[in-house]
């Protein structure tokens, strides 16, 4: 066999193995593993938990017999004729929410003796009334109470009024937070506590879809408002009750607590300390009034959202606020603010 007869037989030996090497079916130790395909995201994974969800209150419905009562038969009536029979009526249909912007017109018509009172607009904002309470709400637990132009209540009239105590052996003085200064928040607490909770629970749950809308305007697109309610009364109801003195301090402009405890509060938690102990105790009442309402519902009851332009009884009327209103004007002592007011 010559070189070229060689060369020929080895070409050919390398051809048919090639050929034969590539339709062999892969090897395991040579294939890769495949990645494995993620789960779907069940409701659970994708969006935290709702804690205390808020149902629409539901219709007014037909009284339903009671388990165990035996109906009462009445006689088979004649048949009716044509002109017997009335007209057949369509059942109203639901009111549907107004928009956020434009909501201020329907809360109100749903507590027209809130906001009629004489002195409401004096001590509360009127305007973009949800997202007032929405922010001024989340911005409870913070450090800084919100700003003028998102917070619902109006600073309280009159001035801080603060008791110095000079010391005997030098020209120091201590400086503590008179009673007197409880006054001013007096109107604040009596139109709150006034207000009916069922009443004021149902309309909150009417118009439930808002505040949720505009707590996600802030921010929190996948988070439930109701639950930072619920979160935010409880921790205001953890305030410290302080019945002595409270002793103030004024490194710079600002008052602040002396004790290390009591400036570390909370901005809604100083609100209370502010207010004086028998204020705080009457809001700390009413909250859990509002907590159990808000948790359980069953404790709600059936209890529907007054209708537009329905008054709401309550302590809330214009008599109640203005006899709170005379009291709001403390002795002047100086002209300053506490942190966070």
Known sequence: MNKTEIAVALLLVVMVAAVMYVQRPPEDAETLPQAQAPESATPADSEPKIRYPIEAPAPATAHAPVPGEVPSVAPEPSAPTAADEPAATAEPAPEPLPQLDASDNALKGRLPALFSAPSFGRLFYTDRLVRRLVVTIDNLPGKQYPRSNYRVARPAPGQLVVRRVRIYDGDAEKLYLNPDNYARYTPYVKIFTGLDSDTLVAVYRYFY?????????????????????????????????????????????????????????????????????????????????????????????????????????????????????????????????????
Do not use: M
């Open 209 to 341: 879809p808002l505040f949720q809308n505009a707590y996600a305007e802030l921010g929190y697109p996948s988070a439930y408002f109701n639950d930072r309610l619920v979160d935010v009364i409880d921790q205001l109801l953890e305030t410290p009750v302080v019945t002595e003195p409270i002793r103030l301090v004024r490194p710079h402009v600002l008052y602040q607590y002396a004790d290390p405890e009591l400036e570390a509060l909370t901005a809604g938690q100083k609100v209370l300390l502010r207010i004086g102990p028998e204020n705080a105790a009457r809001l700390k009442i009413k909250l859990r009034e509002i907590r159990q309402l808000l948790t359980h519902p069953a404790a709600a009851g059936t209890t529907q959202p007054p209708a537009a332009g329905s008054s709401t009884t309550g302590e809330a009327d214009g008599e109640a606020v203005a006899a709170g209103s005379s009291s709001a004007t403390p002795s002047p002592a100086t002209h300053d603010r506490p942190s966070g007011e």
